[in-house]
């Protein structure tokens, strides 16, 4: 018998209606956050990048397609990984069906991770993915837009991450640290690991000039993650404190 609270279906129903309109204000809400996102101030992107891509070395401006929107996601798979981060992987998922709904929308969408295209392509072709995903392994790209530091940086702090300064810090490997273990999932050490970071930036193309509009980071990201708005819809929610449950990439769950 369960210990949660139950009630008969009219009770269930005054507490649904209740709920209801709850969260119709945080839709309102929403629609609220999503238009002052719109209306953030654009930055200029004076430096030039560029990216290796299936179709050969490509620009900034080269990864819109011809569209006057880009959707960058940058995804954890640093020179040094052997795999891209668990949770990255289970974000990505939800990828390849997208790209053409939001092309269609006049936006382009690109992963972007320092690793080799070589490298990028061996994991992709493992994950069965389709989406457009560039390397950006001999740019500056992932340092500037804050996905990504050095070890000089990692040590001495002063580090940007999630719109704040961070602090240094020392890692041994130890391998009994989670840190440690997060890393060997994705074939490397906590001190490789450590130098990549999730996000997404969004970019607008305006008479040949790119503009940076928008990024996010770490929670930020809860959106993007498919999975978590069923689960948040779902009685365990996203039973994340299961360790025996540990988000994995999908062909890891078999």
Sequence with gaps: MTTHKTASREEWLAARRELLADEKEHTRRGDDLARRRRELPWVLVEKDYSFETDEGTKTLVELFGGRSQLIVYHFMLGPNYESGCPACSSI???FSGIVEHLEQRDAAMSAISRAPLGKINAFKERMGWTFPWASSFDSDFNYDFDVSRTPEELRAGGYEYNFQQWPGMTLDDDEDSGL?????????????????????????????????????FARGLDGLWGAYQWLDRAPLGRNEADLSRPWMRRDEYR
């Design 92 to 94: 990505a998922d939800g």
């Design 180 to 216: 440690a273990r997060m890393a060997a999932a994705c074939g490397t050490v906590a001190s490789e690991y450590v130098l990549e970071g999730p996000g997404m930036s969004v970019f607008a193309l305006s008479d040949g000039a790119v503009y940076h509009t928008y990024s996010a």
